[in-house]
């Protein structure tokens, strides 16, 4: 009942400084006077669209909602500050459900000092879904958009590509320590997150920023779940197709000016892998760079939601 | 398809000035430097459970969406800043289902000065879900919560209760600009709206500030559409018992000092109507008051999700 998830959600959400009134009331109270401007992100998960519940503990369900959420701070270089949840639960085990999806979240939430601040729970006869916005501060840097990429800047990624629905879409880190540090020691001119796909995205990021992108195919970290998953399938789909089109890799794509990618390279600032895979160019579209300078057209592919 | 919904979105939601970055983006960019502190709130509405898109125009469902968020922070007397809008379309007809919630938000959202920063499209094979988070600026005079009230408060609700069921649940007009003068004007300890039925949320207050409340049942302002739905269901229940127990009346309930409400009531600041219907009580739990002043408990009832 709605009445014993407060009951349990009071006792079991940590405190947090930013937190001036937190579940049980009509709103939370958030205190944002350390914040000017902030970055506010909000994505809904579906169980059978984003996760599969009877295959999986929900505790990863509730993990990946959230991390999908800090992942879109990551690509703003915003700070996470506070975020809500809205569950609309299945009414039969929803409580228990209900339970461990915050058990999921509470542990990620609390290593990258967000407050969760409060949230709206529901049921009805369909299945899970989970609704998580998040707010976080731009920091004096400013946020890092789609939008600022300049014809020669170079394409960095953070970490390897491809095969994420083997398990790395439930469980991988959002980028948000990077993305800070990045944002704080060096010009970044625009960045994205590959959610729908490295080559979705990056055609996004070029096309918001009017210009286009080129890719060095032989370049591009590929992940070993994109190796695995060729194999596994064997469809002819080879790793490096995976790496470009697969979804919810979650690692960031950077656009940097030449000599500040240059110097990120040689002072290699993280722990993860980075990468320098491609370049933007003056005019349109998404292209491949041959070993011999040629450009060849590749056409965008990833996961876009259907509808008519 | 998602593409088609967002190039709509951009040349369809308004600019406003506390959106620095709008659709488009991983995160839309708000400038908060005027709101030290702010309400969030959100709440998740689905078809089948909050409206039925079968039966009513779908702009009618995005204006409800909306409207039980502008409820929320009403009741915390915080003033509308900006919004995120997250969508779980059905596949089918989707794209003009979602222009269709939109076209209902836009004009409530223009009317409180709300920015809709963005949101998030998806679809699946299930029923539309359509989650608003919503934020809000505390006032000077601090927020509005359910836990100030004080034995000897006198309970004021706005409006008239009961029956919303019959179409008001769906255009009700949210309290906003009534609970900030309000607050503005007058020492209020404690508020809530009736989202779940008045003798609940009244209960809940009542919990919340470590107190009882008890009704003065014939002074209940109780709505037409309550005398209309029990002359309709012709189940025994009577206009009064749905004023009590009937939820979504969306209404103010406001928990005021004696003298304070004497003042309120004398300057009728508001063009909508406002009715004293009880007072705060030591002790707990709810309570109807006879014409000789003798108590009664009185069961909480109204709307409560309901999951195991």
Redesign the interface.
């Known amino acids: 009942?709605?009445?014993d998830l407060i009951r349990w959600l009071r006792q079991r959400l940590p405190a947090h400084p930013l937190l001036?009134?937190g579940i049980?009331?009509?709103?939370?109270?958030?205190?944002?006077?350390g914040?000017?401007?902030?970055?506010?992100?909000?994505?809904?998960l579906?169980d059978?669209?984003d996760f599969e519940l009877r295959e999986i503990d929900p505790r990863r369900a509730g993990r990946k909602a959230l991390a999908v959420n800090l992942?879109?701070?990551a690509?703003?270089a915003?700070e996470p500050l506070?975020g809500?949840?809205?569950?609309?639960?299945?009414?039969?085990?929803?409580?228990e459900l209900?339970k461990n999806l915050y058990e999921g979240m509470i542990p990620l939430a609390e290593k990258f000092g967000l407050a969760i601040?409060?949230?709206?729970?529901?049921?009805?006869?369909?299945?899970l879904?989970v609704?998580i916005?998040?707010?976080?501060k731009?920091t004096p840097r400013g946020?890092l958009?789609?939008?600022g990429a300049k014809a020669g800047d170079r394409i960095l990624a953070t970490g390897a590509l491809g095969g994420s629905i083997l398990g790395r879409h439930l469980d991988f880190e959002p980028r948000v320590a990077e993305a800070l540090l990045l944002n704080e020691r060096y010009a970044l001119h625009a960045g994205?997150?590959v959610s729908d796909g490295l080559s979705l995205d990056l055609s996004r990021m070029a096309e918001?920023s009017g210009c286009g992108a080129l890719l060095d195919l032989d370049n591009i970290p590929i992940a070993d779940d994109a190796r695995r998953l060729a194999a596994q399938l064997s469809d002819g789909s080879t790793p490096l197709e995976h790496a470009l089109a697969d979804g919810e890799d979650f690692d960031l794509l950077l656009a940097v000016p030449p000599d500040e990618a240059r110097r990120i390279l040689a002072d290699r600032p993280l722990s993860i892998p980075l990468a320098e895979i491609g370049e933007m160019i003056p005019g349109r579209g998404l292209w491949r760079r041959e070993a011999n300078g040629k450009l060849t057209p590749l056409a965008p592919r990833g996961w876009?939601?259907?509808?008519?």
């Open positions: 009942m709605e009445r001036k009134r049980g009331d009509d709103a939370a109270v958030l205190d944002l006077r914040a000017a401007e902030c970055a506010v992100t909000v994505d809904a579906m059978g669209v992942s879109d701070l690509a703003m915003a506070a809500v949840v809205a569950l609309v639960l299945p009414k039969t085990g929803g409580l209900a601040a409060g949230g709206d729970t529901n049921s009805w006869d369909g299945p879904v609704s916005t998040l707010l976080g731009i946020a958009t789609r939008c994205i997150d918001e876009e939601h259907e509808f008519a």
